[in-house]
């Protein structure tokens, strides 16, 4: 998914309202989604908030939806480690040679902040954007991505500018589609949540009967000191 925050939710709000919105399905080996990834937790109050908007967003879009911004399963990708869906375990080859390298790359990054500032509505589902407090976030991800291209992995071409954590994927007909993009067009600005990752996960995803969840295979802890004053100071 690519473009600005403002085209990707006309482009999904007008698939919505023609009846085009992309429904998911559960993971699959082989499938091209839902590969190995890196993710970021948020903190404890701001995940509160999402689930909150998720609760929200499942109401309005009516029922078979998987509620993505929920207990265990809240995030915010930073990039694909693999784009081919494998069932993995921590002890994998592969995950620990990742994971090994993440945890390189993560020493000495800060906790990485964001502004969660408003939603969109896309062709998959409902997002929260979220703005950089700083620069922490970007440099964590161009680090991974540069490892990736220099260790030859296709995923390397994953080249997302847009921050966000999906509320909710779809995965049946929207029942309403007017109402829910009425009720994401009145939240596409909101009232600013701080949210704080303090750790990045290797996850693989699984389908636990009612939405897909990220399942953590190993943990980065970010441990290094903010180095830049956040930008709303600058202003």
């Known amino acids: 998914m690519t473009g600005s925050p403002e085209t990707i939710h006309q482009r999904g709000r007008a698939a919505v309202l023609a009846g085009r919105a992309l429904l998911d399905v559960p993971p699959a080996p082989g499938g091209t989604r839902w590969g190995l990834s890196l993710v970021a937790r948020p903190d404890a109050e701001a995940a509160a908030q999402l689930e909150a908007l998720a609760s929200g967003a499942a109401a309005a879009a009516g029922p078979g939806q998987w509620v993505t911004a929920s207990p265990g399963s809240t995030h915010l990708t930073i990039t694909y480690l693999e784009r081919v869906h494998r069932a ?3 002890d994998d080859t592969a995950v620990r040679r990742l994971a090994g390298s993440v945890q390189q790359l993560a020493d000495g990054t800060p906790p990485l902040r964001w ?3 408003g939603l969109a509505l896309a062709d998959r589902g409902v997002l929260a954007l979220a703005e950089p407090v700083d620069g922490a ?3 964590l991800r ?3 991505m540069r490892e990736l291209a220099e260790v030859g992995r296709a995923e390397a071409y994953y080249r997302r500018s847009v921050w966000w954590s999906t509320l909710l994927h779809f995965a049946a007909p929207v029942a309403d589609p007017a109402g ?10 909101l009232e600013p949540v701080p949210l704080t990752a303090d750790r990045v ?8 009967g009612v939405r897909t969840v990220p399942v953590t295979l190993a943990v980065a802890p970010l441990t290094g000191v903010p180095q830049e004053v956040p930008r709303a100071a600058q202003a």
Not at 180 to 187: F, H, N, S, T, Y
Request: avoid cysteine; hydrophobic fraction near 40%; aromatic fraction near 10%.
């Open 88 to 90: 993995l375990d921590p």
């Open 115 to 117: 502004r969660v500032t």
């Open 137 to 139: 976030p970007d440099r």
């Open 142 to 144: 161009d680090r991974v």
């Open 180 to 189: 829910l993009a009425a009720w994401v067009d009145a939240r596409t600005s």
């Open 201 to 208: 996960d290797v996850v693989r995803y699984d389908f636990d």
